[in-house]
């Protein structure tokens, strides 16, 4: 049976969607392409009439995966908060891809790699522009440090065995941007 044009466009963003969650979820190498085929509805067979490898799944939805836009960010406090929230670290699959995939991308392919470093780029603009002050340059910096800070904790919150310190780990860090981000002089 044909398959229409549309149909193969859902379907290929039913595998980067599945894709994109079980890679979040447990990592690249855990991850089969009959698991994400599975997961997307689809049979194994059909993955190679969308993809030629894992490899270019895997460049293919850290493209997809970092590209959306930040819901949210129009307020960046409120979207600080909830990307340094339990609820953000305790669900990884729902989450920033970011956090859960930057630490895996040493080993992959130059194309995922270039996909990363594009996803980062446009990530970085968007958290830019939404940065209230400062000229440009300011505020990209501001971005980069907040950004990294941000993501780190989120890392470090889920890499620990101690619910204590993960949850430190947030609210530390929730606490020295709202610090960071206040006018000289001010207390937070």
Not at 96 to 108: D, E
Not at 115 to 142: C, V, W
Not at 161 to 182: F, H, I, N, Q
Request: charged share 25%.
């Amino acid at each position: 049976m044909r398959v229409s044009r549309e149909q193969m466009v859902e379907n290929r963003a039913r595998i980067l969607r599945e894709a994109g969650r079980l890679f979040r979820e447990q990592g690249f190498a855990a991850v089969t392409v009959a698991d994400v085929m599975k997961a997307a509805g689809q049979t194994h067979g059909g993955f190679y009439s969308h993809f030629d490898s894992k490899d270019a799944l895997i460049a293919a939805t850290v493209a997809e995966a970092l590209t959306g836009e930040s819901k949210g960010m129009a307020d960046i406090e409120a979207w600080t908060d909830a990307y340094l929230s339990p609820l953000h670290r305790d669900h990884p699959a729902q989450g920033c891809p970011t956090a859960s995939l930057a630490g895996l991308m040493r080993q992959q392919t130059p194309a995922a790699r270039v996909a990363m470093a594009t996803g980062l780029e446009a990530q970085l603009a968007r958290f830019t522009a939404a940065l209230p002050d400062g000229d440009e340059d300011q505020r990209r910096r501001e971005a980069i440090g907040r950004w990294s800070a941000m993501v780190g904790a989120v890392v470090l919150s889920r890499a620990v065995d101690d619910p204590e310190l993960a949850d430190e780990l947030l609210a530390g860090t929730r606490a020295w941007l709202a610090r960071d981000a206040a006018p000289s002089g001010e207390p937070t």
